[in-house]
């Protein structure tokens, strides 16, 4: 079944030990019968893990398929799958196809129990004391969505590259009006297609790295002369934005060009070998920054592409990630909104290969660089800052530099280090939001 609907979302492994009351509020609001819950809570003190699983609501659910009776069922309306205890039999067997361990099994009831979502009011929400459990709201992500998907299925990036569901997401939300641009970088493989097949089918043209912006001005001023108004979008990485292409893009936001630029920032040059850029992380390891002997990985702090191009007091400068769509999908709709100069988008996007990752990391990436500060998601709308997402508890660095290699060789005053820069970046920005408050 195609669609998106809302689900349940856990912080996985954070809940505290011996908690269970987002249990107990499910069988208090759906059953009355204990270890008849929806949600599940899980320790295993051994390891110091906690936390609670519950359905994925999956859109294609192997539990449905595999049920003998029909008991299971998911809506189309509201994408809930429900389980129908008259037509249960207690065979199992969904417990068994559910990869997600999102069905509870109760031996003395013989019933299989799943979340309903509280049919879209769930009680666990409230009942939870550390506020680890969210209500993903899909519907109201994909109302920004202007047109289908523009990239064909199948892309030759590395396996787990948010690059491609980054694109995917910012040209949904742009729709098909829109003319882009790229260079040589990790995105281009959308836009340029693979030896003579296309992938895209919006215009693209691909420029060097050093001519995106003023590439894309002269297509803007052509349209615009012959009295059509094109969205231009330039899609390039961290290389084209802020290192060799920097001064096209300065002079383009000096002039007012009207451009939307997206910097998808992976922090190096990884199309040709993860050199470092300079954007790439204080001491961060790459193919130029070595680690060993007198060598730690990067001895520079990085340039902070956002607000060096909020300081061209343009109308729009905003920083982003694909772990926080809805947050990325009104930051693009307010940049298309702007008429008068050139808005900027700076996209925080992990290399899986060159950051030596796990391939299932890369959205986990996403969010801790927002949880930890280190990447903090905030708007400048005609100088006028604000945070799109506060933080209340700041999770310490160490917890998003522990899912890369690049970061395998830090020490802990290293660790206090980076931390500190990130503070200090993070206060800057602060200073700035409250300014304008």
């Known amino acids: 079944m195609k669609g998106f609907y809302d689900v349940l979302k856990v912080e996985y492994g954070r809940c505290p030990p011996d908690c269970s009351d987002c249990e107990a509020a499910c069988v208090k609001e759906r059953t009355g019968r204990e270890g008849c819950s929806g949600i599940t809570a899980i320790h295993a003190p051994e390891v110091d893990f906690h936390t609670a699983v519950k359905c994925n609501q999956c859109s294609e659910p192997p539990c449905l398929a595999i049920c003998p009776t029909g008991a299971i069922s998911k809506s189309e309306v509201d994408g809930i799958v429900r389980i129908d205890e008259n037509k249960c039999i207690g065979c199992g067997l969904c417990t068994l196809a559910c990869p997600y361990a999102g069905m509870s099994y109760n031996l003395d009831e013989r019933k299989a129990f799943k979340c309903d979502l509280c049919d879209g009011s769930p009680k666990c929400l409230d009942a939870c004391p550390n506020g680890l459990i969210s209500l993903l709201k899909s519907r109201d992500i994909i109302s920004h969505f202007r047109g289908e998907d523009v990239f064909s299925p199948g892309v030759p990036n590395c396996a787990g590259c948010p690059i491609e569901l980054s694109m995917r997401w910012t040209f949904r939300i742009l729709g098909k009006d829109t003319f882009v641009f790229a260079a040589e970088g990790c995105s281009i493989y959308l836009t340029r297609g693979v030896s003579t097949e296309a992938i895209c089918a919006i215009p693209a043209y691909i420029c060097c790295m050093t001519n995106v912006p003023s590439t894309a001005t002269g297509v803007k001023r052509y349209y615009r002369h012959i009295g059509k108004d094109v969205k231009t979008v330039a899609f390039i990485g ?19 060009e009207n451009l939307i630029v997206i910097c998808c920032d992976n922090e190096g040059f990884q199309a040709t070998g993860n050199q470092r850029s300079g954007t790439t992380s204080l001491f961060g390891k790459t193919a130029t920054t070595p680690v060993g002997g007198k ?11 956002p607000l060096i191009m909020a300081s061209h007091q343009i109308p729009y400068v905003a920083t982003a990630t694909i772990s926080d769509p809805e947050d990325y999908a009104r930051k693009l709709t307010k940049a298309m909104a702007v008429k008068d100069g050139l808005s900027y988008i700076h996209l925080f996007s992990p290399c899986i290969t060159g950051w030596r990752a ?9 969010r801790l660089a927002v949880e930890t500060n ?11 800052f604000r945070f799109t997402h506060q933080v209340e508890n700041p999770r310490p660095i160490g917890e998003f530099t522990r899912l890369m290699g690049r970061f395998s060789h830090l020490k802990e005053e290293d660790l206090a280090e980076l931390q500190q820069l990130v503070n200090k970046r993070f206060k800057l920005v602060k200073a700035l939001c409250e300014m304008d408050n």
């Open 238 to 256: 961290d290389g084209a934005a802020s290192d060799v292409g920097f001064q096209p893009l300065s002079g383009a936001a000096e002039r007012g």
């Open 295 to 305: 060598w730690r990985g990067k001895p520079q702090a990085p340039k902070y592409m």
């Open 358 to 366: 796990r391939t299932e990391d890369s959205i986990e990436i996403c």
């Open 374 to 384: 280190y990447f903090p998601l905030w708007e400048a709308e005609d100088g006028k």
